[in-house]
């Protein structure tokens, strides 16, 4: 089954610059098909962070960007808080699925 | 705004069949797709299948045997069932509204499959 690819952590002090890969194939991420990023704190649903590669929902703080380039998207975080630490996966649709695949998940520690 | 609600049992037992409604307010469900994710405790999210208001369905390909979604747009609810359910299916099920990505979520309901 298509899997979109992620580091299982990523960690950083409070004000620092981190990034979150999310990896896929010709059937997903390369085949142009849009990338979105979701933060998810324990015990809650998930919460749409970026859409459409590199867009910021309304009241999204702007430390969060997206970016997307061939077979692979990036989530970066400028200047961590905190508050950041959660999960985040990315998500995008597959051909061979018929369907949404979605990232492995990465878990953000703020040191 | 539009919000979802998940409801249904909490337990369910093993070859029994997993029953949950979405229901959605604040918004019609009419002219959006809909969609169920799952994700087994402590696990990553896994999509489950979409619905169009018209009733048209896609299904994972790992769960299309087991799995059936409908739409009753006269309730503004979407419905699933998993039949035959294992240990396997234990998980938070969570429903969506589909825009170009899946937002918002409901609030999600933890089914617990167990004797």
């Known amino acids: 089954q298509p899997v979109l690819t992620q580091p299982p952590s990523v960690s950083g002090a409070p004000g620092q610059w981190v990034t979150i890969s999310c990896t896929g194939s010709?059937?997903?991420?390369?085949?142009?098909?849009?990338v979105h990023w979701y933060q998810q704190f324990p015990g809650t649903a998930p919460k749409l962070l970026i859409h459409?590669?590199?867009n910021r929902p309304s009241g999204v703080p702007d430390r969060f960007s997206g970016s997307k380039s061939g077979t692979s998207a990036s989530l970066a975080i400028t200047g961590l808080q905190a508050e950041d630490e959660a999960d985040y996966y990315c998500?995008?649709?597959?051909?061979?699925?018929?369907?949404?695949?979605f990232g492995t998940g990465t878990k953000v520690t703020v040191l | 705004q539009v919000q979802l609600q998940e409801s249904g049992p909490g337990l369910v037992k093993p070859s029994d069949t997993l029953s949950l409604t979405c229901t959605v307010s604040?918004?019609?469900?009419?002219?959006?797709?809909w969609t169920w994710i799952r994700q087994p405790p402590g696990k990553g999210l896994e999509w489950v299948g979409n619905?169009?208001?018209?009733?048209?369905?896609d299904y994972n390909p790992s769960l299309k045997s087991r799995v059936t979604i409908s739409v009753d747009t006269s309730k503004n609810l979407f419905s699933l069932k998993v039949k035959s359910v294992t240990a396997a299916d234990t998980a938070v099920y969570y429903c969506?509204?589909?825009?170009?990505?899946?937002?918002?979520w409901g609030q999600g309901s933890l089914v617990t499959v167990s004797s």
């Open positions: 998500q995008s649709y597959d051909s061979s699925l018929s369907g949404y695949v």
């Open positions: 459409d590669n590199d």
């Open positions: 619905i169009y208001y018209t009733g048209s369905t």
């Open positions: 010709n059937s997903n991420l390369g085949a142009a098909y849009t």
């Open positions: 969506a509204r589909v825009s170009g990505p899946l937002d918002p």
């Open positions: 604040g918004g019609s469900i009419i002219s959006y797709y």
